[in-house]
């Protein structure tokens, strides 16, 4: 019985997927009616004859492969060659070579390759009235969630995400953008700790390690790269340690209770969430069994669950955050786009390195900002100055690192994200065929930016709450708890 259950309920999922996706917004999910809007867009999948698709490794924790869908187009396998340039360039060549970006799942117009789903844990772990369940939602989705409900592209959902979640049942609902701050104090710190120490010169360029899919690349391809790597976790998983140990503390909730999901625009999370060092707060409580985040869902999913339980979205009231841990600074909600990181972490390293407010023009970047695959610039924090690029699209990494080896060009901090646009554009957000993709970021990019600009608070060191946890829990960047719960090594 309990088989014939998960059966039906996959398939049901499936089609959903398709359906949602294809923006078929109806109340009875019929795979005849969703084929039917397939075969009326040609969304047929051949063109370049019959060869086999991309290998998806079974085991692959963020992407699936939906065999009865896939005609064997092949298109996804040149994509990820040419395109990501990842499959194929291993010796030999593997399916467990994938950095799980999930780029193939936005380009397979059957929808034959998809995330993994894991919503419907969601809705038992809600359902389960001896759980505490807590949801963090990350910056990107909250331009790209109206989207699967008709809304213009870029429209800013916090409140009805925040107000849906609720609806739901979830308990408490927080904002990823806080731990995007405690990011951007712990890697502005090292950074500045990179340049002052001679021992460490040789770890520069520093490279941003938030996204993922970035680091599995490294891994795969450029292993001589791994100290250059910043050693601070990305805000999903610095959210998921203080949500089982900060934030557990000071609401009263014993963490093995707690189920903790990350509402994110990414595939990569749902593989970064099982990596090794990932249980820090369980380590912390002499629990090594428990993760930080227990379950990592795309915005997709998101709608999935928002349309499953028949909820109006675009009706929706708008709540609010929990008062504790539920403010992000704009600095913290910028790192959804291609350079905000960058420009976060230059704002404080301006503050830390003299003890003053960047200049005004700190606040509006422009040499770090913009679609270009590989941005350079030179940027003035002060008491010295730092040669510092951007790079969008994995692929655009490899002639910048070949350039970099042969000691052609010299860097102090290297920003990368694995997707175009950044996290905006990542492998978990909403697809849509009918608009071009670059419109599609710029909407969203820009709702981030203008969120930034409404934000009283622009600079991640003003944060009240990030003082607050530093001053009552972490104690001092790079040192300490900080240092045990927010980084790799």
Same mark, same amino acid.
């Given at each position: ?15 959903k997927?398709?359906?949602l ?6 109340c009875?999910?019929?795979e ?9 867009q ?9 060869r ?9 924790p ?7 869908? %896939?005609? +064997?187009?092949?298109r %996804? ?11 194929g360039?291993?010796?030999?060549? +593997?399916?467990?070579a %994938? /950095? ?31 759980? /505490? ?30 107000g ?14 806080f731990?995007a ?15 002052? #120490?001679n ?8 490279f ?25 976790? +990305? ?7 203080m ?10 909730? #014993?963490?093995?209770n707690?189920?903790?999901i990350a ?21 912390? $409580? ?5 993760q930080?985040?227990?379950i990592?869902?795309? %915005? ?6 928002i ?15 929990? +008062? ?5 600074s704009?600095?913290?909600?910028i ?7 960058m ?10 390195l ?17 679609f ?13 100055s ?5 790079? $969008? ?12 080896r ?5 860097? #102090? ?27 599609l ?19 991640s060191?003003?944060?009240?709450? /990030?003082?607050a ?17 927010l980084?790799?090594?």
């Amino acid at each position: 019985m309990k088989k014939k259950t998960i059966k039906k309920t996959t398939r049901r999922e499936m089609l959903k997927t398709m359906a949602l996706s294809a923006g078929l917004f109806v109340c009875r999910w019929d795979e005849q009616t969703v084929m039917a809007q397939q075969r009326g867009q040609g969304q047929g999948g051949g063109g370049v004859g019959q060869r086999a698709p991309l290998p998806i490794a079974a085991s692959n924790p963020s992407i699936r492969h939906h065999k009865n869908r %896939c005609k +064997s187009c092949g298109r %996804c396998r040149e994509f990820c060659r040419n395109e990501i340039t990842v499959f194929g360039r291993t010796v030999p060549p +593997s399916e467990d070579a %994938c /950095i799980r970006c999930g780029q193939c799942t936005m380009y397979c117009k059957r929808y034959a390759l998809t995330e993994q789903y894991h919503y419907p844990v969601v809705v038992k772990a809600v359902a389960d009235s001896d759980l /505490i369940t807590v949801a963090s939602t990350s910056p990107a989705i909250r331009v790209a969630l109206g989207e699967m409900f008709r809304m213009p592209c870029g429209t800013n959902v916090e409140g009805k995400i925040v107000g849906a979640l609720k609806r739901l049942g979830v308990n408490h609902v927080l904002d990823t953008a806080f731990s995007a701050d405690l990011t951007v104090m712990e890697e502005a710190s090292e950074l500045l700790q990179r340049i002052n #120490d001679n021992g460490m010169k040789n770890s520069l360029p520093m490279f941003t390690s938030c996204c993922p899919a970035w680091v599995r690349f490294v891994k795969l391809f450029y292993p001589g790269l791994l100290p250059n790597l910043s050693t601070v976790k +990305s805000p999903v998983m610095m959210q998921g340690a203080m949500v089982k140990t900060y934030f557990a503390q000071k609401i009263g909730i #014993d963490p093995t209770n707690m189920v903790h999901i990350a509402l994110t625009p990414c595939t990569a999370k749902k593989a970064e969430i099982l990596l090794p060092g990932m249980n820090a707060a369980g380590i912390l $409580h002499e629990k090594p069994e428990m993760q930080d985040v227990d379950i990592a869902l795309t %915005c997709r999913e998101l709608a999935y669950l928002i349309n499953d339980a028949k909820i109006d979205f675009a009706q929706m009231p708008e709540g609010t955050y929990d +008062s504790l841990m539920g403010a992000g600074s704009g600095a913290g909600m910028i790192f959804g786009n291609t350079g905000g990181v960058m420009e976060a972490a230059l704002r404080t390293a301006y503050k830390l390195l003299n003890d003053k407010n960047p200049p005004a023009d700190f606040l509006n970047l422009r040499p770090v900002r913009g679609f270009d695959s590989v941005r350079t610039a030179i940027v003035d924090i002060g008491k010295r100055s730092l040669h510092v690029a951007v790079v $969008h699209g994995i692929a655009k990494t490899r002639p910048l690192f070949e350039s970099i080896r042969n000691g052609e060009r010299k860097f #102090d901090f290297i920003e990368v994200m694995a997707c175009p646009g950044g996290c905006i554009g990542g492998g978990g957000q909403p697809i849509n065929f009918d608009i071009g993709a670059m419109k599609l970021k710029q909407h969203r990019l820009n709702a981030l930016y203008q969120r930034d600009t409404e934000n009283k608070i622009r600079l991640s060191y003003d944060n009240p709450q /990030i003082q607050a946890i530093y001053a009552e829990f972490l104690g001092k960047p790079l040192d300490g708890k900080a240092k045990t719960l927010l980084h790799y090594r």
